[in-house]
């Protein structure tokens, strides 16, 4: 599992979505695809900021980049 996201959080997420029980593997799972989703949102925050002429990622950034990911 991902270190930035526990199998704890994982269990909360989906039990928020309405899962009545969680396994271990379902948790494992959602950690690795939220990493490899947020990594991509990231590049492309980081990029945006670059393209504007800053070195800092703003707020901005992050909810431009995750926009096809939130509709």
Same mark, same amino acid.
């Given at each position: 599992m991902s270190e930035e996201f526990?199998?704890?959080a994982?269990? /909360?997420?989906l039990k #928020?979505? &309405?899962a009545e029980r969680v396994g271990e593997d379902a948790a494992t799972e959602l950690s /690795? !695809?939220?990493?490899e989703i947020g990594l991509r949102i990231c590049r492309q925050a980081v990029e945006l900021a670059s393209h504007? &002429? /800053? #070195?800092? !990622?703003k707020a901005s950034d992050i909810?431009?980049?995750a926009k096809p990911?939130?509709?």
């Open positions: 526990t199998f704890s994982m269990h /909360r997420l #928020k979505a &309405g /690795r !695809v939220l990493d504007a &002429g /800053r #070195k800092t !990622v909810q431009i980049a990911y939130l509709e």
